[in-house]
C-alpha cells in the first residue's frame, strides 16, 4: 500500500464531510477519540447561544422558552437511534457510574424478587474498573447475601452464568484490548439461565451499530464523551427495556425523576418510565453540547460507520508491518476484524514514554496500565491520511529512541 492507496481511500470514503464538522486541532493527528472525541462545530455555536442568550439573556424562563426541562428525554432519543433502541427507553443523564448504580439496583431488585436466591454480579477481571467499583460499593451497603461480585475470565463469562447469578455486567468492547464480545449471544444465554444483562456501551456507542432491543438486553450504560463528542466529563445515557419500567426501581430518587416534580409533594412517587432514572437538575450548559454533538449523526449509516472504522484499523496495522514496528509493538487487540471495537491497542515496553514522544510530534494516542499503548479510530473524522502520517512518526520516534527519554521516566496524573 502506497500513498497513492491512501489518497484514494480518502476520494471515496462516504464521511469525508463529515470531518469539516469538527473543530479538529492545526498540525495534529488525533487518534484518541474513545477516551475524548473532538469537538464539532455545532456544538460550539450551541453553547455561545445557551451563554450569550439563553443563560444571559432568558435566565430563568429558558426551563419553557428554551426547552431545558426536557434536554434529558431528547437526548436520550437521540441516542437511542444510535444504540438500536425504540422510543422512551433511553435517557441522558448524570455519570455512567452513577447510572450504573441505578441499573445494578433495579437489576438486583427485579432478579431477586423472581427469585431471593440470587445475589450473584457476574463480571469479568479486565472489565473497566468504575463497572467494578460500582458493584463493589452496592455490595457493602446491602451486604454479600444482597449483591455478591464474581470475577472470571473474559473467555468464560457466558459459561460461568448459573443459577446463583442475578446479574451479568458486560462491557461490550473491552477498554483495554478493543475485543468485542458477542453480546446478542451472551444475553440469550443469560436469560436462559434466569440472570439479567447490564451493557456498557462505552467503547460502542457512535463507532458501531447496536442493537439492544433485537439483542432483547436489559440495561445498558454509556459515555457520550467518547465517540459521540459530548465533550468531557459529559453527561452518560441509560437504557431499561420496556418491559422492565413496572417492575424496576432506583434508590437515587431525586426530584426530577418524580411523576410530578413541580408539585414538590413531600413522598417520592416514581414516573411511570425511563424518566424515573433522573435523579437532580441537569447541566444544562453539558446537556446542550451533547445535543448539538449529536447532529452530526444526523443520516448516518452506522453499518457505513462501522466498515471505515475497520478500514482505519486495517490500513493502521498493515502500515505498521510494512514499517517493521509489529516485532516491536505486538498487537493484543484481535486479529479478526469482526472481533474488535474502533481501537488497536498494543503491548510494548516502553509503551508510556512512545505515547508521550507521539504526542510531541502531534500524534495524539493513549496509554493505559501496565504497558499499553492505544489507537483510536473516530470514523467521523479521522482519515485515511492521518493514519498514514501517524505510522511515518511512529517509525521516526522508535528509530531515534525518542520514546526513552528521561522526561517519559515519570508519568502525569492522567495518562
Not at 3 to 17: A, N, R, W, Y
Not at 239 to 264: C, E, I, K, V
Not at 274 to 280: K, Y
Request: charged fraction near 20%.
Amino acid at each position: 500500500m502506497n500513498f497513492t492507496d491512501i489518497k484514494e481511500l480518502d476520494s471515496i470514503d462516504p464521511f469525508v464531510g463529515h470531518r469539516e464538522q469538527f473543530q479538529l486541532p492545526v498540525n495534529k493527528i488525533y487518534l484518541d477519540g474513545n477516551s475524548l472525541g473532538a469537538m464539532t462545530k455545532a456544538t460550539a455555536t450551541r453553547l455561545q447561544q445557551v451563554i450569550q442568550q439563553q443563560w444571559s439573556q432568558d435566565l430563568i424562563s429558558s426551563w419553557n422558552e428554551h426547552n431545558w426541562i426536557n434536554l434529558p428525554q431528547r437526548v436520550g432519543e437521540k441516542i437511542a437511534r444510535l444504540i438500536g433502541a425504540q422510543p422512551e427507553q433511553t435517557i441522558c443523564c448524570d455519570s455512567i457510574s452513577v447510572n450504573l448504580f441505578k441499573a445494578l439496583a433495579a437489576a438486583l431488585s427485579i432478579a431477586q424478587r423472581q427469585d431471593s436466591g440470587r445475589n450473584i454480579v457476574l463480571s469479568t477481571k479486565d472489565n473497566f474498573p468504575t463497572d467494578l467499583y460500582m458493584v463493589q460499593g452496592i455490595s457493602q451497603f446491602v451486604g454479600e447475601h444482597r449483591c455478591q461480585l464474581k470475577l472470571v475470565e473474559e473467555s468464560e463469562l457466558e459459561q460461568q452464568v448459573d443459577d446463583k447469578t442475578a446479574v451479568v455486567l458486560a462491557t461490550e468492547v473491552n477498554f483495554r484490548t478493543g475485543k468485542r464480545l458477542n453480546a446478542k449471544q451472551l444475553i440469550t444465554s443469560a436469560h436462559k439461565q434466569g440472570a439479567l444483562v447490564i451493557l456498557d456501551l462505552a467503547h460502542s456507542a457512535g463507532a458501531m451499530p447496536v442493537h439492544l432491543d433485537d439483542w432483547e438486553a436489559d440495561f445498558a450504560v454509556g459515555c457520550t464523551y467518547k465517540y459521540l463528542n459530548g465533550g468531557p466529563g459529559a453527561p452518560a445515557f441509560i437504557y431499561a427495556a420496556t418491559r422492565h419500567h413496572q417492575n424496576m426501581s432506583q434508590p437515587l430518587s431525586g426530584w426530577f425523576g418524580h411523576a410530578r416534580p413541580f408539585d414538590f409533594t413531600p413522598d417520592y412517587e416514581p414516573a411511570a418510565g425511563i424518566q424515573q432514572m433522573l435523579t437532580g437538575t441537569p447541566s444544562i450548559i453539558a446537556m446542550a453540547a451533547v445535543d448539538s454533538a449529536l447532529e452530526a449523526f444526523e443520516n448516518v449509516d452506522l453499518e457505513n460507520l462501522r466498515e471505515k472504522s475497520l478500514q482505519l484499523a486495517e490500513v493502521f496495522h498493515q502500515l505498521l508491518e510494512r514499517a517493521a514496528l509489529s516485532s516491536s509493538l505486538q498487537l493484543i487487540s484481535p486479529q479478526q476484524r469482526e472481533q474488535r471495537g474502533s481501537q488497536l491497542s498494543y503491548r510494548y515496553e516502553h509503551a508510556y514514554g512512545l505515547c508521550q514522544a507521539l504526542i510531541q510530534r502531534g500524534v495524539i494516542a493513549d496509554f493505559r496500565a501496565p504497558n499499553y499503548i492505544r489507537f483510536g479510530f473516530t470514523p467521523l473524522y479521522n482519515s485515511f491520511e492521518d493514519i498514514w502520517k501517524a505510522i511515518e512518526q511512529l517509525r521516526q520516534v522508535i528509530e531515534a529512541k525518542e520514546h526513552l527519554d528521561p522526561r517519559w521516566q515519570s508519568r502525569n496524573t492522567v495518562t
